[in-house]
């Protein structure tokens, strides 16, 4: 019952189909974790920020510039960028999400 209530609340959400699956599944411990979420944003980061039109450059310009080994940072420009994404990820979850997007930024698969 809980799993489809929380479906029903991401299925609401305002975000690709793909973003909003891989959350479900995180969420009720299946075989992609919170990390795996991460890494697939991470990947896809570039075209999910470019719906920000007018931010589109200051969030592209503090990307660079933010330390991605600091979670308090990273927490920032999400919350700032991807609101819309950070709501679904529990804050005890959060570090293992970051942890995705690190991972996809160290493989130099986010090209922003």
Known sequence: MMSEMRWQVLNAAHMPTWIKANLYEASIGGQNSYSTAG?????????????????????KEEWQNLDKANDAQMLGWCKKYIRHIMRHIPGARRHRFFEGIRQAYEEDRIEI
């Open 39 to 59: 890494w697939h944003v991470g990947i896809h980061l570039d075209s999910i920020i470019q719906n920000l039109e007018d931010q589109y450059a200051r969030a």
